[in-house]
T-cell receptor, first 115, second 113 residues
Framework: DAGVTQSPTHLIKTRGQQVTLRCSPK?????VSWYQQALGQGPQFIFQ???????QRGNFPDRFSGHQFPNYSSELNVNALLLGDSALYLC??????????????FGNGTRLTVT | AQSVTQLGSHVSVSEGALVLLRCNYS??????LFWYVQYPNQGLQLLLK??????LVKGINGFEAEFKKSETSFHLTKPSAHMSDAAEYFC???????????FGSGTRLQVQP
């Protein structure tokens, strides 16, 4: 049973560029959330997708956007990259949006470096 | 608003010694509380969670945590540390039913032989 898979594992971009990160949720999960983890910090919630709609959003600018596809996979897009966007981006999946009986499962993340 | 404070960014213990990682939370409503572990170059793995009911929660790998409402704490303990416990540990809180977690800044646990 495949868990949460993220691609690519590493990425190097230049300031001002745009980037797309991809996530496939664990089998049976329908909800995907994205987190940003800066070096030495805890993860910060970016947004959550359920039924192909953004359901909740953290304190991130509009440069961060996402999408969820009918097969529940998801993309995170970041426009106009800044040096401060360098971080590990984690995708987490679960079943539904309200019950904690189905815990979050995290992928191994995409390490984004902006130069 | 909700927040998490983890006291001690680094904790070092000897193998076989008690592990105590501290977590205090702030929440305006009854919280859901979690501990996650992160090994190098990996994602986060759930150790245990408190949602409702019993305040002493047992998790994987011999870890447990106790929810103390009066102290707004959810400290993580393990009676006897193992070398394989060396990792980064994160406490997280959610005050809503929509799963957005607020994480603490983490505690790096080092286990000395």
């Amino acid at each position: 049973d495949a868990g949460v898979t993220q691609s690519p594992t590493h990425l190097i971009k230049t300031r001002g560029q745009q980037v797309t990160l991809r996530c496939s949720p664990k089998s049976g999960h329908d909800t995907v959330s994205w987190y940003q983890q800066a070096l030495g910090q805890g993860p910060q919630f970016i947004f959550q997708y359920y039924e192909e709609e953004e359901r909740q959003r953290g304190n991130f600018p509009d440069r961060f956007s996402g999408h969820q596809f009918p097969n529940y996979s998801s993309e995170l897009n970041v426009n106009a990259l800044l040096l401060g966007d360098s971080a590990l981006y984690l995708c987490a999946s679960t079943l539904g949006t309200t019950s904690y009986n189905s815990p979050l499962h995290f992928g191994n993340g995409t390490r984004l470096t902006v130069t | 608003a909700q927040s998490v404070t983890q006291l001690g960014s680094h904790v070092s213990v000897s193998e076989g010694a008690l592990v105590l990682l501290r977590c205090n939370y702030s929440s305006s409503v009854p919280p859901y509380l979690f501990w996650y572990v992160q090994y190098p170059n990996q994602g986060l793995q759930l150790l245990l969670k408190y949602t409702t009911g019993a305040t002493l929660v047992k998790g994987i790998n011999g870890f447990e945590a106790e929810f103390k409402k009066s102290e707004t704490s959810f400290h993580l303990t393990k009676p006897s540390a193992h070398m394989s416990d060396a990792a980064e540990y994160f406490c997280a809180v959610s005050s809503t039913g929509r799963r957005a977690l607020t994480f603490g800044s983490g505690t790096r646990l080092q286990v000395q032989p």
